[in-house]
Nanobody, 123 residues
Framework: QVQLVESGGGLVQAGGSLRLSCTIP????????MGWFRQAPGKEREFVAT????????YSADSVKGRFTISRDNAKNTVNLQMNNLKPEDTAVYYC????????????????WGQGTQVTVSA
C-alpha cells in the first residue's frame, strides 16, 4: 500500500507561478519513476512531466516545456513541479503518480496515484 499526497495547488493569475509537491512513503520512493499528469473538466488525463528514479533524466510535454520543471529529492521522498508563466489553459487537476522501475509518459505504466490538487489560472 502506497499513499501519494499532492499539495501546492491554488488560484493564480496568468503569468504567475505555483510549486506543487508530492510525497510517498520512505523506503520505496527511490525505486519509482515519478510523473505529473493533469485533467481539465471534460478532457482526458494528459501527461505533463516525468523524472527517473535517480533524478538524472527528465522529460516534459511540449505544452509546458520551458515553463514547468520537475525535480525530486529522494532523501525527503518528494517530487516537485515548479510551474512558471502559467496560462489559463493550464487550469486542471494535477495528479502525482509513481511507476515502479520505469520512467514513462504513459499513465498505464503508473502503479500509484494521488488524489489530485486543483490549479486554476485566471486571465
Amino acid at each position: 500500500q502506497v499513499q501519494l499526497v499532492e499539495s501546492g495547488g491554488g488560484l493564480v493569475q496568468a503569468g504567475g507561478s505555483l510549486r506543487l509537491s508530492c510525497t510517498i512513503p520512505g523506503g520505496t520512493f527511490s525505486s519509482y519513476g515519478m510523473g505529473w499528469f493533469r485533467q481539465a473538466p471534460g478532457k482526458e488525463r494528459e501527461f505533463v512531466a516525468t523524472i527517473s528514479s535517480s533524478g538524472s533524466y527528465t522529460y516534459s510535454a511540449d505544452s509546458v516545456k520551458g515553463r514547468f520543471t520537475i525535480s525530486r529529492d529522494n532523501a525527503k521522498n518528494t517530487v516537485n513541479l515548479q510551474m512558471n508563466n502559467l496560462k489559463p489553459e493550464d487550469t486542471a487537476v494535477y495528479y502525482c503518480a509513481a511507476a515502479f522501475g520505469v520512467t514513462s509518459v504513459n499513465p498505464r505504466m503508473y502503479n500509484y496515484w494521488g488524489q489530485g490538487t486543483q490549479v486554476t489560472v485566471s486571465a
